[in-house]
């Protein structure tokens, strides 16, 4: 999956360079450890393609694993979720791993820390903890607990695992170094007191261990050989590495790659969480998040994911994307494999009356002009009366204006050149119907008229017309940078969701899948919701055919 001829990214010459040396003889097992507090983003995309991706790359293997030490954010339902996500990207990890399995471990680990005399148990609250911790430039006091005895601990620490204290009564610190310029050294929590129900162990425990004592152990525990992270845990290697060292575990390794940042969308699961409760958004997989299942119901393809992930490469510092590159990505997919339909989306009546009445053509419509023998065709009816786009027809055409109205010309896409002549208007003023007459010897692919027209239009056959919703979405967020403010939910875009209730689609649409994009020609690319049924259509706009955003912006 991932191009050969790419210079390599930052990880990949590491995992090179240990390859030639033969550290751990030329294996190479990486894991993705996601949290199981929500549904995966686009950030956890490239997570993914990265892990997943160097594992294929280096003929090494992949772990997914559950990192579900916290019980009260954590549901199985997001466990399912983050499986069928994982393998709809494409890729398959060698072994399904929760970090719940490793607790008897774990704790067993903590039990040698305290042996050896670099672990205590503290009785100090939260608030006298933080308060002795010290300030960067300040080091940190020791709380009373520290010269605790080492059989103290060890009974203190058994009676923490009993259930015999309540929720932060005490907590199990490792002994490091108060002074250290580095505050996760500053003998951090590693195992805290939470009686509460877990989603797979129940309730067997009711101590918990800290993600810093659990993530470098876990990969140790599995014999990881790279176990790649964001910037943001930078900081937390000394201890990572630390704690390896004093259990004299097996010795995997952190590297840091800087994490996406997409403009005008919020990736973290906590945020979502908060869309999805407060009902900004419908769901999880609502189409306008930029959750993997969102993405997917809005037609976002596996392969454009990739490309993306590929696109954006691995950097150790921090940027912003333009989230308008993700667009470009399934543009560029779409174009290659979606099928041409037509669709009229605010529908006007055009009536050829030069057309026979009851008169039905069967005009041959090719699936994908990009495609080998353009994709395979479908049968489209053509008869007197069409929908057209109400956009289409003006009144009084400005110059260049090359669609319909009083006296103008356009083709029928796959269909006859037309002439308007004349129109109707309702009481109100609104354009009811445009009457043409069509040039019989124009038909597309056997056009002997000698005419030539600039416009084409889009219609869809009245009598033959399906009635489908269609939705249209733009940006969740009307700030570059949703986060920069004060309240991430202050630009939430009102607008982000227009549903034309009655929409006309060609009738070959009915056999519309979830999944499959259809471009519906001039409008954009389409995929069918996962809510649709038999007695209700409803399609989604994965994006337009171009880039409109950008033009927006500039029109200001
Ligand atoms: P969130 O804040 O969205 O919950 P997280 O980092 O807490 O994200 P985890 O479930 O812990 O989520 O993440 C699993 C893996 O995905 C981690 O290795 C994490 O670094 C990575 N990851 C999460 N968000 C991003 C992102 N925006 N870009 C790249 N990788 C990410
Ligand atoms: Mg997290």
């Known amino acids: 999956m991932l191009n050969e001829e790419k210079p390599l990214n930052f990880i990949e010459e590491i995992i090179e360079e240990d390859l030639r040396k033969g550290t751990h003889d030329g294996r190479v097992l ?8 929500g549904y995966l983003h686009i950030g956890h995309a490239k997570s993914i393609c990265l892990n997943f991706g160097l594992g294929i790359k280096y003929n090494g293997k992949t772990n997914l694993r559950f990192d579900d030490t916290n019980p009260v954010t954590e549901e199985t339902e997001y466990v399912e979720s983050i499986k069928r996500d994982i393998q709809w990207l494409g890729f398959q990890w060698e072994e399904e791993l929760y970090t719940s399995d490793y607790f008897e471990t774990l704790y067993e680990y903590a039990v040698n820390l305290i042996k050896k005399g670099l672990a205590y148990v503290d009785s100090s609250t939260s608030e006298e903890i933080a308060a002795a911790k010290g300030t960067p430039t300040e080091p940190g006091k020791p709380t009373p607990d520290r010269s605790r005895s080492i059989e103290e601990n060890l009974s203190l620490f058994q009676a923490m695992r009993e259930g015999k204290y309540k929720d932060g009564e005490k907590v199990l610190r490792a002994k490091i170094d108060l002074a250290s310029p580095n505050m996760h050294l500053r003998d951090p929590i590693i195992y805290r007191i939470k009686h509460a129900h877990h989603h797979r162990t129940g309730n067997d425990w009711c101590i918990y261990p800290m993600y810093d004592f659990a993530h470098g152990q876990s990969d140790s525990i599995e014999k990881i050989t790279h176990s790649i992270c964001t910037v943001e845990f930078i900081p937390h290697r000394p201890l990572y590495d630390w704690l390896i060292e004093e259990l004299e575990i097996f010795p995997s390794r952190q590297y840091e790659f800087a994490r996406l ?19 900004h958004v419908e769901s999880w997989d609502d189409p306008r998040m930029p959750t993997i299942s969102g993405l997917r119901r809005r037609g976002y393809t596996p392969a454009s994911i990739r490309d993306f992930c590929e696109r954006i490469g691995v950097q150790k510092r921090e940027n912003m994307i333009d989230v308008g590159l993700l667009e470009f990505c399934i543009r560029e997919d779409l174009n290659k494999t979606a099928l041409r339909r037509m669709a009229v989306l605010d529908p006007i009546k055009l009536i050829i009356t030069n057309y026979p009445e009851g008169q039905v053509e069967e005009l041959i419509g090719e699936n994908n002009p990009e495609a080998e023998n353009g994709g395979g065709s479908r049968i489209i009816p053509f008869s007197k009366e069409l929908w057209i786009e109400r ?11 090359f669609r319909l109205g009083p006296g103008l010309s356009a083709r029928l896409k796959h269909g006859y050149i037309v002439q308007c002549h004349d129109y109707v208007k309702d009481e109100q003023g609104k354009v009811t119907e445009v009457h043409c007459t069509y040039v019989p010897t124009s038909k597309s692919g056997e056009d002997t008229s000698g005419l030539k027209v600039k416009g084409t ?16 979405y733009d940006r969740l ?46 409008l954009g690319y389409f995929t069918l919701d996962t809510s649709s049924n038999s007695d209700k259509l409803v399609f989604n706009r994965t994006v337009t055919l171009k880039d409109s955003w950008a033009k927006e912006i500039k029109k200001g």
């Not at 894991?31 to 507090?37: G, H, K, L, S, V």
């Not at 940042?261 to 009902?279: A, C, F, I, P, W």
């Not at 239009?457 to 249209?472: D, M, N, T």
């Open 477 to 522: 967020f009307n700030d570059e940078d949703p986060m920069a403010a004060e309240d991430f939910k202050s630009s939430i875009n009102p607008n982000s969701l227009t549903a034309i209730e009655k929409a006309y689609i060609e009738p070959d649409l009915v056999h519309a899948e979830a999944g499959t994009g259809y471009q519906f020609i001039r």
């Open 391 to 401: 956009d289409d027809f003006m009144e009084e055409p400005p110059k260049k204006f």
């Open 30 to 37: 990486t894991r993705f450890p996601p949290e199981p507090n």
């Open 261 to 279: 940042n997409l403009t005008y969308t919020v990736m973290s699961k906590r945020r979502l969480l908060q869309l999805v409760n407060e009902g």
């Open 457 to 472: 239009i889009h219609w869809v056959s009245v009598p033959h017309a399906k009635e489908a919703e269609v939705r249209l």
